[in-house]
């Protein structure tokens, strides 16, 4: 989708500035620290941003550790610091202000916050709106869904599901993992309000991660190899449990979880000698999944996508995953899919050579992604179309005068007030007509020249 509003030279030097809220998620339990490495909702943002333009300016709300170099090298990228609780239950209802507030004075503008966390979309609507009397895009993505299905495993998992209301309600737009998690949460709210939601959505499909294949010590047996978190929802203990009658008939193989952090667990595995409860580095991580012989998925009724499975897939490790509509979604007819967990692993475990390898060879991962880009240019073109805001022209004409001019000296040229809502409206129609942002500053300034200005520093 490319908005009709702009023409391609406009598109080319149209700088835009972004804030991304995050949603960490897999935590050092006994360090305290973000894992963001391996953590979905960071390597997500990751790919997303690698398919937006490199010239825009991208502020990401980050937890202390995080390192610049996990990002493009290639994108104008800010890392700032920002106080998650390592609760994922707690971010569901933290909220920061005054950090944004210090982060954007009045002469730094914001024009599109991707917002990982949709709980808290309603405190960055009314920030916006009562801090600058602004309203930028906000692009909602569901990683997770409060729904009955998901609070099955836990009460303390659900509670949230009017805040993620506020969340469509409050953003531009609502993201989820297809078809099958829309109706989750079209569902969950139904059940509260007792009718549908009208409320814009999209779909985002989150793509495989390719890990190191550096060579690191493996055992001589088999590997069954077990890459998803420890808890109630992954079915983790079923796969212990028919793992061990196996191994008590004699089968001779290691299975490997690489979820060492829950500690509650740790004594109960001890009593397996077949298991390995290990992490494993990213740069060797590849080269475990690529000589296991087959990994598996246990997820128990709830789940909306499923990454873990797709990096399986991707660094060359069959996966044999369970036979329900979410996967069916992902992976269609070309799916290993199980009904009797402890017969399948059997098979697979005594697989002819070749046989895992030309199964996996059969699995297709692609699917058509969002175009995030070509949407946020049709929704600033939709709200700045036959607007014509106050002391537009006499702002325009300043820039031209002037060639290279900050915002903060047009506003204190023009008005005796640091908030109105006609200038993000502005901004907009002045970076529609050829004004360039120089991103490369962090206060907003903008000039005449019509070209990508990422480089020019200040």
């Given amino acids: 989708m490319q908005s009709n509003l702009f023409p391609p030279k406009i598109i080319s030097g149209f700088n835009l500035r972004v804030l991304i809220y995050m949603n960490p998620l897999v935590v050092d339990k006994v360090a305290k620290t973000f894992l963001y490495e391996k953590d979905s909702g960071f390597l997500y943002m990751r790919q997303l ?98 729904c009955p299905e998901s609070a099955t495993y836990g009460d303390e998992l659900s509670g949230y599901i009017w805040r993620q209301i506020d969340g469509a309600l409050n953003g531009t737009i609502s993201m989820f993992h297809g078809e099958y998690a829309k109706r989750l949460f079209d569902k969950s709210i139904e059940s509260k309000i007792g009718k549908n939601l009208d409320y814009r959505y999209g779909f985002f499909y989150p793509e495989a991660t390719k890990f190191g294949d550096e060579p690191m010590e493996l055992p001589k047996e088999k590997i069954i190899l077990f890459n998803h978190r420890l808890n109630n929802s992954t079915g983790w203990k079923e796969v212990v449990e028919k793992c061990a009658q196996m191994h008590q008939a004699g089968y001779e193989f290691k299975l490997w979880l690489t979820d060492d952090q829950n500690l509650k667990e740790k004594e109960y595995l001890l009593q397996f000698q077949f298991i390995i409860n290990k992490k494993v580095p990213f740069e060797n991580y590849g080269y475990l999944m690529k000589n296991s012989c087959f990994s598996i998925c246990n997820t128990q009724g709830y789940a909306t996508w499923n990454m873990a499975v797709m990096d399986c897939v991707l660094n060359g490790c069959l996966p044999i995953i369970p036979d329900n509509e979410l996967y069916h979604y992902m ?63 006499e702002v325009k004409q300043y820039i031209i005068d002037n060639g290279r001019v900050k915002k903060s000296a047009f506003v204190n040229e023009y008005w005796d007030f640091h908030a109105n809502s006609n200038f993000q409206l502005i901004r907009w129609k002045l970076l529609m007509e050829g004004i360039i942002d120089d991103t490369g500053s962090h206060e907003t300034i903008y000039r005449i020249k019509l070209s990508l200005c990422v480089e020019d520093k200040e």
Avoid: C, M
């Avoid at 825009?56 to 609780?85: A, C, M, Q, T």
């Avoid at 503008?109 to 920030?127: C, H, S």
């Avoid at 709106?129 to 993505?141: A, D, F, G, T």
């Avoid at 996996?360 to 073109?381: A, M, P, Q, R, V």
């Fill in 331 to 393: 992976f269609g007819r070309d799916g290993v899919y199980w009904r009797d967990l402890e017969q399948s692993i059997i098979i697979y475990l005594s697989a002819p050579e070749g046989l895992n390898t030309a199964l996996l060879s059969e699995i297709d991962l692609s699917k058509d992604s969002f175009n995030l880009e070509g949407f946020i240019l049709e929704e600033i073109g939709s709200r700045v179309f036959d607007k014509d805001p106050a002391k537009y022209e």
């Fill in 49 to 146: 941003i690698n398919k937006l333009p490199p010239n825009w300016k991208y502020y990401i709300l980050v937890p202390k550790g995080v390192k610049r170099e996990f990002f493009s090298k290639i994108h104008n990228i800010k890392l700032v610091r920002y106080d998650y609780s390592t609760s994922i239950h707690q971010n569901r209802y933290h909220f920061n202000r005054n950090i944004l507030a210090d982060l954007f004075p009045y002469g730094t503008d914001i024009d599109v916050i991707i917002n990982n966390q949709p709980e808290v979309t309603a405190n960055l609507y009314a920030f916006f709106q009562n801090q600058r009397r602004e309203k930028p895009i906000i692009i909602n993505y569901y990683h997770w869904i409060d």
